[in-house]
């Protein structure tokens, strides 16, 4: 069975996470599933909604690594330059090695390899003719 994508994961990039994750919250809805560095002073946020509806927030760091945004993309959030801060991140049900190696196939530009992340994806990244990040992940916690 070929790969179905049942989610996307929007990635916005803000000024301050804290806030728009607050409003987010309160205007959709949305609950904060996962905060890096903390919930008081987070850097990355992923929100979510009991129907499967998500999207994540961040500064434009590493919240892995600990690392501010560059100058560039602080400098793009600051000028709201969204085709600079803004990729998306598409989940799917199964098959995602299957569905990495048909992208390969077809010429795709991989950014990422295929990775297991330690946040419980298997995912890759390529880029889109326009230059975003387009990345693939299927969860494979507790599998």
């Not at 000024?15 to 987010?24: G, L, P, Q, T």
């Not at 979510?48 to 590493?62: E, F, H, L, R, T």
């Not at 990495?100 to 889109?128: H, N, V, W």
Request: charged content about 30%; aromatic content about 6%.
């Amino acid at each position: 069975m070929a790969a179905t994508i049942q989610h996307a994961d929007p990635h916005i990039r803000v000024k301050n996470v804290a806030r728009a994750a607050e409003w987010y919250s309160r205007m959709l809805g949305l609950k904060v599933e996962m905060a890096m560095p903390d919930k008081k002073k987070p850097t990355f946020v992923r929100l979510a909604n009991d129907a499967g509806v998500a999207m994540m927030i961040s500064d434009g760091g590493d919240a892995m690594k600990g690392k501010p945004p560059t100058k560039t993309v602080a400098e793009a959030i600051s000028a709201r330059k969204a085709q600079r801060v803004v990729d998306l991140y598409f989940r799917v049900d199964e098959d995602v090695k299957k569905l990495y190696t048909s992208a390969k196939r077809k010429g795709a530009k991989i950014s990422q390899e295929l990775t297991e992340q330690p946040y419980g994806m298997l995912d890759f990244a390529m880029k889109d003719p326009d230059g975003y990040t387009v990345t693939v992940g299927q969860d494979v916690a507790g599998s």
